[in-house]
């Protein structure tokens, strides 16, 4: 047995950890809340989660007065669970639901779960970022308009990069229509601490909001809050919520968010700032890095709405570096290791607990790196890369059997550079940021099987990929 060796060896390794939980390792916050006598079950004194009447009930009031809900709700099996519930809360079978086609994996699991009709909402993507977000608010409505049976619309925001689409008015458009937003902050609990960073979700007009707090705030994996803005919404989503969560909540986690919101309302504006005042200093100090490195201004150029930057991206492609290998170089030659990497960028989390040394030390690396292996590259042969590449938030596949009866259908294996034209019998999911590429019962494409491969041997995690075989439904 070696999980715990292998751990070890990664806590005392001085990594600079530029990826989530947002503790980073070190929190001081923590400190009180991380000790093995904490982790306890609901004895006297220390209420239940199930049925919240004394100092957990006292801690969701306060969260929810931090965030401006209703009701907020914990849950310690991250905002998967989260999503689902919300999902399932305000929907009932047969029911259609409008989702980004950019979702976790979690919210199609919940369309499955909850037996409802996917209308897909396809972020446009843009060449010369390599990204994509909803911009069009036109075919939002349109997709509103399109389907009566329509009950909520599914969006993230911020997206795994940071990108803010323009919530305000997508609530507007979303309430003209008498719809439900569900809101998949789950990279955004940290925004409602920083005035320089985008209006959070709730604040902005969402009805229900769901955010990882282990992802941005220094509580521990897997802690996740949902908040509901209406009374109307809130006794079903407590049922399902109350159905699909452990019944063993860990009190750890439930502390760390205690711990960490505390700490945020005192010191987050500032650390944040702090922080990213420094990332500017550094690309500066650290030109080459300082080349690659696109934060708020190169995206508002391009039409986003807003940005987080607190996302620190660099474009390795820039440099003729893939993601996926930038992410290698990193870590085996400069003991960092970023978030995620997809074939344009490397993607490395900053939070409040990141000191300004870390900071330096990443565009350091990126620096050097950019100088030993990277290459100047003619801005065509970059957009040429972008456009073949299209990150990894593709275009709607064709959907041709429902993704519940797919997941239900008999499967085959084959060769993925077998598969094209057949109907993928399973999700196929580069990891992080765990966004479907293909989803059950939508059709393999040509193309699709190119950036499958591309991504597969571009040292990128792709779940649903066993050993270059992919299940197709059996017909
Ligand atoms: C956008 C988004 N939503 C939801 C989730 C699921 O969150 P959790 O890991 O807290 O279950 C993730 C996880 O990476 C995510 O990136």
């Known amino acids: 047995m070696k999980l715990g060796e292998e751990l070890k060896k990664y806590r005392e390794s001085k990594t600079g950890r530029f990826h989530m939980p947002g503790h980073k390792g070190r929190s001081s916050c923590l400190e009180d809340v991380f000790v093995l006598g904490n982790d306890v079950t609901e004895v006297e004194g220390l209420d239940n989660l199930h049925n919240p009447t004394g100092v957990i009930k006292d801690l969701l009031e ?12 914990i849950s310690t099996n991250g905002s998967t669970t989260s999503l689902q519930s919300a999902i399932l809360g305000v929907t009932v079978p047969g029911d259609s639901i409008l989702v980004s086609r950019n979702c976790h994996k979690s919210v199609f699991n919940a369309i499955i779960l909850g037996d409802l009709n996917p209308v897909y909402l396809t972020p446009e993507y843009e060449v010369e970022s390599g990204l994509s977000w909803i911009n069009d608010l036109n075919s939002l409505e349109e997709a509103i308009k399109s389907d009566d049976k329509i009950t909520a619309v599914v969006l993230t925001y911020p997206t795994y990069f940071g990108i803010c689409c ?22 955004g609990s940290h925004l409602k601490f920083c005035h320089d960073l985008p209006k959070s979700a709730l604040d902005a007009g969402a009805d229900i909001v769901i955010q990882s707090t282990h992802k941005t705030l220094p509580s521990l994996t897997q802690s996740s809050l949902l908040h509901v803005k209406n009374e109307k919404h809130v006794d079903r989503i407590e049922s399902i919520m109350s159905m699909l969560l452990t019944s063993s909540p860990s009190y750890l986690m439930m502390a760390s968010i205690e711990a960490s919101i505390d700490m945020m309302e005192k010191e987050g504006n500032d650390r944040l700032k702090k922080n990213m005042a420094y990332v500017e200093k550094m690309a500066v100090k650290y030109p080459n890095a300082g080349k690659i490195f696109k934060s708020k201004d190169y995206f508002m150029e391009r039409g986003v709405n807003d940005f987080d930057n607190t996302r620190l991206l660099f474009r390795t492609s820039d440099i003729a570096i893939k993601g996926g290998v930038a992410e290698s170089i990193l870590r085996k030659e400069y003991n960092i290791q970023v978030e995620m990497a997809d074939l344009n960028y490397v993607n490395a989390f900053m939070t409040a607990c990141d000191e300004i040394e870390d900071i330096e030390r990443l565009f350091k690396a990126v620096d050097d790196m950019a100088v030993k292996y990277g290459r100047e590259v003619e801005n065509v042969e970059a957009l040429k890369e972008a456009e073949t590449s299209e990150s990894l938030t593709a275009k709607c596949p064709e959907s041709v059997i429902n993704i519940r009866k797919a997941f239900y259908s008999d499967k085959l294996c084959v060769d993925i550079k077998e598969a094209e034209g057949k109907i993928s019998g399973s999700y196929i999911i580069p990891y992080p940021p765990g966004i479907p590429l293909l989803c059950p019962g939508e059709r393999i494409t040509n193309k699709m099987v190119e950036k499958i491969l591309e991504i597969w041997e571009s040292n990128i995690e792709v779940i649903g990929l066993d050993k ?6 059996n017909i």
């Not at 306060?62 to 709700?73: A, I, L, P």
């Open 166 to 187: 323009h919530m305000e008015r997508i609530a507007e458009i979303v309430h003209k229509y008498n719809r439900t937003l569900i809101v998949d902050e789950a990279h």
């Open 468 to 473: 270059g075989k992919i299940k197709i439904i």
């Open 62 to 73: 306060e969260v929810s007065t931090v965030y401006g809900s209703r009701k907020s709700f």
